[in-house]
Every structure is written in C-alpha cells, then in structure tokens.
T-cell receptor
Framework: DTEVTQTPKHLVMGMTNKKSLKCEQHMGHRAMYWYKQKAKKPPELMFVYSYEKLSINESVPSRFSPECPNSSLLNLHLHALQPEDSALYLC????????????FGPGTRLTVT | AQSVTQLGSHVSVSEGALVLLRCNYSSSVPPYLFWYVQYPNQGLQLLLKYTTGATLVKGINGFEAEFKKSETSFHLTKPSAHMSDAAEYFC????????????FGKGTRLSVIA
C-alpha cells in the first residue's frame, strides 16, 4: 500500500480563520513533507519532518505551523492567511529523508477569501 | 546546486503516436532520478525511478525512461499515446549522497489529440 491520505479535499477560509490540514500514511515512512503548489508550477517544499522532528523549514511565514504528532500523522495549522496563500497543498512521505522516492497525497485545495 | 531542465512546457501528440518528454539534470554527484505525473486536481503519482543498476527503467502505464550519464539526460517515452495520458509530467532529482532535497523541473503538459 503506497497511499498517503489528506483531509479535507477542499477548504475555503477567511483571512481571520484558523484551520488545519491533515495528512496520514501507514507505510512506515520516517520522513514526511508539506509542499505548496500554485497553478502550472511544480511543488514548492515548505517543511520536512524526519523521525518526527522538524528538519527543514523553507523560510515559510509563521502563519503556517506544522505539527507531527506521531510517525504516521502530519498536520499543517493555518492562521491569518492571505489570499496569495490560495494553492494546492500536498503532503508526501518517504522511507527516509532525502533518500528514496516520495509518495504524494491527493492534496487539499485551499482558497483564502 | 543541482537542477533539472525539462525541454518544452507543452507537448502535443496524436493518439497512438510516440510520447517523448525530455529531462536533463545537472549534478556533480550520482543522481537519483524520478518522473511523476499529475492529473488535474490530483496529487503527484510516481511513474518510475532510477537509482542504480539498469539504465533503462520501466514504469507504470507503459512508460519508460533511460538514464544516459554522458548526456545527463533522463527522457521519458511511451510507444503509443493514449487519451488518458494527458496530464502534467514532472522530472525530479536528488543526489545519491542525500545531501539535497528533491528538486523538480518546471513540468511538461502533455496533450493527446484524438
């Protein structure tokens, strides 16, 4: 099973709202990733967790707050977002950080109004 | 720093024709190379990967790619295009030493004409 699940599939939120995106994998992978993807662009890396520790934060604004409660779960907490944050947010996992292929979830389509 | 160049942001082929999507990489150390496909409003799906060993790699949906070190290329091919192949394709690379994150090319949109 190479499935990464993400919820919700779609999310519309106002600039003052607080919401969370969730990601789950049961492949025993020890690295998990958040990407942001704008239309007609490749995914941009936001955060990397390796063995449940934050390894990389690609200078992401503090209105995005990641959390890794356990080795199977990854959350992205959203607060006070801007309209330009509207995008497809993708979660991925891999056996180990930077080695091995990454498996992606279906994404959450986020619209900030 | 390593990079990936995908030649052609948009490729259009007729149904049944050969599909060729080009990818060149720059890496001073041995690379691991990947092709991903993304259908509209979906996540990325791994098509195939090259790590070590055989340079001709077969993937899902009839796609294959050949790693050519002398040309620093990893082009994706499929002998006969199907309408369902219409999607965005991304080439990606990491170094075998693991000291860089996954780097994506800009993507190539494949259209298949009936």
């Amino acid at each position: 099973d190479t499935e990464v699940t993400q919820t919700p599939k779609h999310l519309v939120m106002g600039m003052t709202n607080k919401k969370s995106l969730k990601c789950e994998q049961h492949m025993g992978h020890r690295a998990m990733y958040w990407y942001k993807q704008k239309a007609k662009k490749p995914p941009e890396l936001m955060f990397v967790y390796s063995y449940e520790k934050l390894s990389i934060n690609e200078s992401v604004p503090s209105r995005f707050s990641p959390e890794c409660p356990n080795s199977s779960l990854l959350n992205l907490h959203l607060h006070a977002l801007q309209p330009e944050d509207s995008a497809l947010y993708l979660c991925a996992s891999s056996q180990d950080y930077r080695l091995g292929e990454q498996y992606f979830g279906p994404g959450t389509r986020l619209t900030v109004t | 720093a390593q990079s990936v160049t995908q030649l052609g942001s948009h490729v259009s082929v007729s149904e049944g024709a050969l599909v060729l999507l080009r990818c060149n990489y720059s890496s001073s150390v041995p690379p691991y190379l990947f092709w991903y496909v993304q259908y509209p409003n979906q996540g990325l799906q791994l098509l195939l990967k090259y790590t070590t060993g055989a340079t001709l790699v077969k993937g899902i949906n009839g796609f294959e790619a050949e790693f050519k070190k002398s040309e620093t290329s990893f082009h994706l091919t499929k002998p006969s295009a199907h309408m369902s192949d219409a999607a965005e394709y991304f080439c990606a690379v990491i170094t075998a030493s693991g000291n860089t994150p996954l780097v994506f090319g800009k993507g190539t949109r494949l259209s298949v004409i009936a």
